[in-house]
């Protein structure tokens, strides 16, 4: 027998409406199939067919023993409040302490995967199939066409184009951006967005 221990990535889904799953997939779908998913509330047939067909990992959790610790859902048009349950851990390097800040001068060229647990500033595209995973705080003066995650007490953001950019378990709406930075931080219900002047 071999065991090995992973480190995964997970998104957890409270389906209380099929029609809103659906749409919330058909917009999110490039971003979830990284991630395990984990189902609670009304998972039909149809949502079942639905993510074998797209090649989407899930599992239905509703009698669950592990503890998720999930928020009540909020009851508005904005993204969805998702929990990340667990976080991969960055390779080490001897030579730059794990809190240092990263900064990048030049793109974050599609297939590469930068992890960090300090903050990271970059000022040049991340290409689409780019990630970028932050636990510090993040700042991203260019086009993001790949996927960031930000798990610090702020994130500055121009513009977000093919891509996505999580903050704090907060899907970053891209209509909310016009092309200036912004400055977003933490609030009760969700991010905060303010222009940065």
Request: with cysteine; proline share 3%.
């Amino acid at each position: 027998m071999q065991a090995k221990q992973k480190n995964i990535r997970v998104f957890v889904l409270t389906i209380e409406d099929e029609t809103e799953f659906f749409t919330y997939m058909e917009k999110n779908l490039i971003l979830l199939k990284e991630y395990l998913l984990l189902l609670q509330g009304t998972v039909t047939s149809n949502i079942t067919d639905y993510l074998n067909e797209k090649g989407c990992c899930y599992k239905v959790v509703d009698n669950c023993p592990i503890k998720l610790d999930l928020k009540e859902p909020k009851q508005e048009t904005t993204p969805q409040k998702i929990e990340i349950v667990h976080y991969v851990q960055e390779e080490e390097h001897p030579t730059t302490p794990a809190s240092a800040t990263k900064t990048f001068y030049t793109p974050i060229r599609s297939g590469m995967v930068v992890e960090h647990k300090g903050d990271i500033t970059v000022f040049g595209r991340i290409n689409s199939g780019a990630k970028l995973l932050c636990e510090g705080n993040l700042s991203v003066y260019s086009m993001i066409d790949g996927v960031v995650e930000c798990e610090g007490e702020y994130l500055i953001l121009k513009e977000i184009g093919k891509g996505y950019a999580i903050f704090n378990g907060d899907i970053i709406n891209k209509e909310q951006l016009d092309g200036k930075l912004k400055y977003i931080t933490k609030g009760e219900e969700g991010y905060i967005m303010k222009d940065l002047t």
